[in-house]
Every structure is written in C-alpha cells, then in structure tokens.
C-alpha cells in the first residue's frame, strides 16, 4: 500500500482537489451519468469510513480505551476516565516521561554522531 497516500496537504486544499475534480466531471457528464458516480463514490466512502470505524474499534479494545460516558458505572458516579480497576489513565506519566528521556539521549547520540563524522 502508498505510505503517503493520501498525501499531506492541507484539509481545504484537499477538499479543494475533490470539488475541482468533482467540477470537471459535472461538464462530461449527463445526469443520470453524475448520479451514477455520486452514488459509487458515496458507497464507496461509506465502505471505507465503515472499515475505519470498525478498526478503530477494535484497537481502542486492545488499548483499553474505550470509554462509554452513558453506561451505568460512569452514569453512577464513576469517571469516564477510569478503567475497571478504578486508575485513572493518566497514571502514565512515569512512562511518558521515560520515553521522553530516552528520545533526549537518542537525539544527544545521534548529534554526537554527527558531530564526529563532520570531523572526519
């Protein structure tokens, strides 16, 4: 699959790209021609937002991230932000911070590195 597909460009140029082709196929287009097409790419759309919507469900079940704000624990007095065990997700920090530190000495060797081959 493209990594970089679709690209990164800004929202409304993006959005820009899909009204201008949309534009240029309205002019060679009859009517029932355009519903045709507007009704593909709409299913087509719908399958792919489906597809994502079902993945995103999926991980967030891995992750043990997926808050439910109208179930009854949450509803009786239980935050949306805890998880069976009543932690707060946030309890992370000591991790976050170990990851930052480590990218703070990865990024100190990589200079060091660099240092040194700009010397040679």
């Not at 079902?54 to 624990?73: A, D, G, H, P, T």
């Not at 200079?111 to 700009?118: G, R, Y």
Request: overall charge negative.
């Amino acid at each position: 699959m493209l990594k970089n597909f679709p690209p990164n460009i800004h929202p409304t140029t993006y959005n820009l790209i899909a009204v201008a082709i949309g534009i240029v196929l309205v002019d060679d287009l009859n009517a029932n021609e355009q519903n045709s097409l507007g009704n593909w790419f709409m299913l087509l759309g719908q399958y792919l937002d489906t597809n994502a919507a079902q993945q995103q469900l999926i991980e967030s079940r891995i992750e043990n991230s997926n808050i439910n704000i109208n179930s009854r624990k949450s509803k009786s007095g239980g935050g949306p932000y805890t998880t069976d065990n009543n932690k707060s997700n946030q309890n992370q920090r000591a991790e976050v911070d170990f990851l930052l530190d480590a990218i703070d000495r990865i990024y100190q060797e990589l200079n060091s590195i660099k240092e040194q081959t700009k010397k040679n």
